[in-house]
């Protein structure tokens, strides 16, 4: 018989907790996206606030679904052993960092606060989370982590 899928360590009743968190982060950061674009082609300020919020959001809900991601890399070598692994990881930390540095910039004074800037730091920070989507979703279809078998 094959080896069982890895299973997730963070888990809550059985569930992995990991693909439960990340939707929260992800749709906050592509809302932040769309303020930051809403607010460039209308200047209206409440895009401003509203992206800043969404960037908070996303980075307070971030922090909990790398926490689990992490608690999962760590604690299973067969899961580190996996080719798209790392580089999940590694890119989902570089969102983090990006989007870090973007909640400063949007603190900023008016239209510096989003363009360009702030608007180039959301558009890099979408795009590499779905190329880590892309990953992630490899790594529960194709590899059946935290699938029970």
């Not at 950061?29 to 908070?56: H, P, Q």
């Not at 989902?92 to 180039?120: C, K, Q, S, Y």
Request: aromatic share 10%; hydrophobic share 50%.
């Amino acid at each position: 018989m094959d080896n069982p899928p890895p299973q997730s360590t963070a888990r809550l009743f059985g569930h992995p907790l990991h693909p439960m968190l990340i939707p929260f982060p992800m749709v906050c950061f592509i809302g932040a996206l769309a303020t930051d674009i809403a607010y460039w082609r209308t200047a209206t300020l409440f895009w401003i606030n509203m992206g800043s919020w969404l960037l908070a959001a996303g980075l307070l809900f971030g922090v909990l679904a790398a926490a689990t991601g992490m608690i999962d890399y760590a604690a299973n070598k067969r899961i580190r052993a996996l080719r798209p692994a790392t580089p999940h990881m590694l890119i989902n930390v570089t969102v983090m960092v990006l989007e870090t540095i973007n909640v400063f910039v949007h603190n900023r004074d008016g239209w510096t606060a989003v363009v360009p800037t702030g608007l180039i730091l959301s558009t890099v920070s979408v795009l590499l989370l779905g190329v880590s989507a892309w990953l992630g979703g490899s790594l529960v279809y194709k590899h059946g982590v935290g699938v029970r078998p």
